[in-house]
């Protein structure tokens, strides 16, 4: 005759329990590195209704400001709205709570880079990477080669074509560069950053 | 101190000024040369980083910003024209004040000094500093008859991060009227011009460069004078409205009043031809 099993193991109680996820709140976090109390949020909604970019954005400021609170991390960080903003701090100044959203945005897209999620307007993020290839490469943004680049990148090389040859007709794009003389030496050694590896 | 020269600055031109925007160069040289300022600039000085590097890397942003300054001299103050670049040069400055062992490590690479209390002004302050009244007996042009609305755009007035910093709202419509000319300040004088917008999404950019247009053009303006390169770009090239009305450059309408006379070679550049306006203006004379 085998033994019989008892019924009911030996469980086990901890003397303390542990938090399932210690990780900090994304709200928390996005305050922390912005170095603004976006908890103070009310949703007045000023901030959306003053955004000159606003028709362009998925989210309205404020809704960006409730998907943190609600750590919704994914939603936020692959949205269109931290992208189209320019950083132009119109929420910022009307604000009634002082909250300064533009560092929000701010943070959010470094974060978006940070975790490599997908970019919610990847024409965007194109361009600024060509305007650091270019920084790279001179020192200094040369526009006319980051204008190429990003058409390049983005295959619309008919967009704006008539505007580009009256720059130049203006001479208002430089065929060369200007540059920094030792570009090679001080200013390649800044670009060491994560960016490169995921570009 | 005592041996510098009170007029002596040194000068951060940016990328704008440097290429597409030479001609707010030119007329800002030619406005500080009768003015007696002298504008010396920043030896092989970069890019401040722009919004590009901003939001690429933060190391990135403070090290092209932190080069410049290390790059100043000591004893005169930098004196930046566009408000980014002033923006972003600042802001590097705060980080070094409040994080010395990132200067530290930046001053061993690059084997230079960097300044953490190097006064970094905008070319508005210089004015401000140099007087209205001694500006007024150097004008030799009248501007009479030049109803301007004043274009500040984003940057001048307002990033919170550097809220106890001096902003120049107001102070072109005090230079310009003292020198003449008849400010129009009900316009859109502070709606963003779109930025980097204006390259990636223009059909988002297009409406509101139209409405800024459309609110001088109500208002009865001659014209918008810009303190910032870029706006003054963006405000020319993504304006459809059949309502065509100039953009100049503050130092150009400033230099004009001073008896500069090669606005011609600036005004070329120009995508909308200002000249209607300078005839105009010169006729009433």
Redesign the interface.
């Given at each position: 005759m085998s033994q019989v099993q008892p019924l009911v193991q030996e469980i086990v109680i901890p003397d303390r329990v542990k938090a399932d996820n210690p990780r900090q709140s994304l709200a928390a976090e996005v305050a922390e590195r912005s170095?603004t109390e976006l908890n103070r949020c009310y949703q007045c909604r000023s901030c959306g209704n003053g955004c000159?970019?606003v028709?362009?954005m998925d989210y309205t400021p404020n809704q960006v400001i409730r998907l943190v609170q609600f750590g919704l991390r994914q939603e936020v960080l692959t949205c269109k709205t931290i992208w189209?903003c320019?950083?132009?701090?119109?929420c910022?100044?009307q604000c009634p709570m002082?909250i300064?959203l533009?560092?929000v945005m701010?943070t959010l897209?470094?974060m978006a880079?940070e975790a490599g999620v997908v970019i919610g307007?990847p024409?965007?993020?194109d361009?600024?990477?060509e305007?650091?290839r270019s920084?790279e490469k001179y020192?200094?943004?040369?526009?006319l080669g980051?204008?190429l680049g990003?058409k390049r990148q983005t295959g619309r090389w008919l967009?704006?074509l008539d505007?580009g040859l009256?720059?130049l007709a203006?001479?208002?794009?430089?065929l060369i560069p200007?540059r920094?003389?030792?570009?090679n030496k001080?200013?390649a050694?800044?670009?060491?950053?994560?960016?490169r590896e995921s570009a | 101190m005592s041996d510098v020269k009170p007029q002596d600055f040194s000068y951060f031109p940016g990328c704008s000024l440097a290429t597409t925007a030479a001609e707010s160069n030119r007329s800002l040289m030619q406005a500080a040369r009768i003015l007696g300022l002298n504008l010396i600039e920043l030896e092989d000085w970069n890019c401040c980083g722009s919004s590009s590097a901003q939001t690429m890397c933060r190391n990135l942003s403070l090290g092209m910003a932190a080069r410049n300054l290390s790059l100043a001299p000591a004893g005169r103050p930098l004196v930046a024209m566009c408000p980014r670049c002033l923006h972003y040069l600042r802001s590097a400055q705060q980080c070094l004040q409040a994080d010395p062992k990132t200067r530290a490590a930046l001053e061993e690479k690059w084997g230079r000094p960097i300044s953490t209390d190097l006064e970094i002004i905008h070319f508005m302050e210089v004015l401000v500093r140099y007087g209205l009244d001694r500006l007024k007996a150097n004008a030799r042009r009248s501007l009479k008859g030049l109803r301007f609305v004043p274009y500040y755009g984003c940057t001048l007035a307002r990033p919170p991060r550097l809220a106890k910093e001096t902003y120049f709202q107001g102070e072109m419509e005090h230079i310009l009227t003292a020198l003449g000319a008849e400010a129009v300040p009900d316009a859109l004088m502070y709606r963003c011009c779109g930025s980097f917008l204006s390259a990636t999404d223009p059909e988002i950019v297009t409406p509101l460069v139209q409405e800024i247009i459309g609110s001088a053009v109500a208002a009865k303006a001659d014209c918008l004078v810009t303190a910032c390169a870029m706006c003054q770009l963006n405000l020319e090239i993504r304006n459809t409205n059949r309502a065509k009305i100039p953009i100049f450059h503050f130092s150009e309408i400033l230099a004009l009043a001073l008896g500069a006379d090669d606005y011609e070679e600036w005004f070329v550049r120009h995508l909308v031809d200002p000249r209607p306006v300078i005839q105009k203006l010169s006729k009433a004379a």
């Open positions: 170095g000159p970019f028709q362009a189209v320019v950083g132009c701090h119109t910022s100044s002082g300064d533009a560092a701010d897209r470094l880079v307007k024409n965007i993020i361009f600024h990477e305007v650091l920084l020192g200094r943004a040369h526009k980051i204008m990003y967009k704006d505007l009256r720059m203006k001479r208002k794009l430089d200007s920094v003389r030792d570009a001080e200013i050694d800044l670009f060491t950053c994560y960016w | -």
